[in-house]
């Protein structure tokens, strides 16, 4: 019998980096197998981690049809043994139950990776989904660290280093990388502690500079 599984985490967790894993792994066993993402941050049809890594892979818009691409695909004599779900956040609640259908009609293996929750703390209608349907929810185990050196548990959006905590949802970015100017819109994960704070590297930096800062707030 076939599973719907979904891996979930903050960024930073190693969440792409082990579909692709997934993806090899499965295919090294001659199993056959498409991968599909959403908004990723390297682009259209494109699967890719933190690390450089990427694949090709078919792009999940709001339109997309799991149930209607797989028939179609089989029909036409095509074999699929199993699917790589990245950015499973942003698909729709039709969509993520089109996969369990997939799973259990026509026994195909769904690996779904995702994040639990927006920079708002609330959960994508994707990942909500997938938790209350999913045969098995994983949570990675390589942990995503704040600033300040604590687990972090919380994704933050940024503008011009600043936490921000309305707009919409999915405005595609990357975290602010060592040498590079803070972006305009960007990403960073933080404990509990400073994203209720809204306390990002930034101004945690421009805190410890001013002369008034208190050692608590």
């Known amino acids: 019998m076939a599973d719907l599984n979904f891996y979930s985490g903050t ?16 295919r090294a066993r001659g199993r056959v197998g498409l991968v599909f993402t959403s908004h990723d941050r390297a682009g259209t049809a494109t699967l890719s981690s933190r690390l450089g890594l990427a694949v090709p892979a078919i792009e999940v818009d709001d339109a997309f049809s799991f149930w209607q691409h797989t028939v179609d695909q089989l029909t036409q004599g095509g074999r699929i043994d199993y699917f790589v779900c990245d950015e499973a956040q942003f698909y729709t609640v039709e969509q993520v139950d089109q996969l369990a259908k997939i799973t259990d009609e026509l026994s195909i293996d ?8 927006d920079f708002r703390t609330q959960l994508f209608p994707g990942s909500l989904r997938l938790v209350e349907l999913a045969d098995h929810v994983h949570t990675l185990q390589v942990e995503a660290l704040c600033w300040c050196g604590e687990r ?18 999915i405005v595609v970015g ?22 209720r704070r ?8 421009a805190a410890a500079m001013s002369p008034d800062v208190l050692p608590f707030g």
Do not use: W
């Open 11 to 26: 960024m930073d967790c190693g969440k792409s980096t082990l579909a692709l894993q997934m993806d090899h792994n499965h």
């Open 152 to 169: 972090a548990t919380h994704n933050a959006r940024t503008e011009d280093g600043v936490m921000v905590t309305e707009g919409d949802v």
């Open 110 to 117: 769904v690996f779904a990776f995702g994040i639990l929750t």
């Open 198 to 205: 809204r306390m990002t590297v930034a101004t945690a930096k």
């Open 174 to 195: 990357d975290v602010e990388e060592i040498g590079r100017p803070t972006p305009t819109v960007g990403y960073e994960v933080l404990c509990r502690r400073h994203h």
